[in-house]
Nanobody, 117 residues
């Protein structure tokens, strides 16, 4: 059974930092492209950052220079270090695992990040 479990969300003031984690089980973590997505109220889910199975990264323009995605294949964990947070970063953040060979995707249930004064 595949499980992606996000943690680390919470309430933070503008300019603050948070670190999100996603613990993966039931998949061969090293062959999956991993990503963070977010969905704010009333908005569609959007890509935040991805890291491929080879370690290549890509970021949404809105978070470049502020967020850092990383993966630890020894621990089957995906992380997102978020700095200089803005009110507009408020959203539910989701972890996604994508197998480019089979086309199969898996999603976590999300963790809420609220940035507010």
């Amino acid at each position: 059974q595949v499980q992606l479990v996000e943690s680390g969300g919470g309430l933070v003031q503008p300019g603050g930092s948070l670190r999100l984690s996603c613990a993966a089980s039931g998949i061969i973590f090293s062959i999956y492209d991993m990503g963070w997505y977010r969905q704010a109220p009333g908005n569609q889910r959007e890509l935040v950052a991805i890291v491929t199975n080879l370690g290549n990264t890509n970021y949404a323009d809105s978070v470049k220079g502020r967020f850092t995605i990383s993966r630890d294949s020894a621990k089957n964990t995906l992380s997102l270090q978020m700095r200089s947070l803005k009110v507009e970063d408020t959203a539910v953040y989701y972890c996604k695992a994508a197998n480019r060979f089979s086309g199969r995707d898996y999603w976590g249930k999300g963790t809420l990040v609220t940035v507010s004064p």
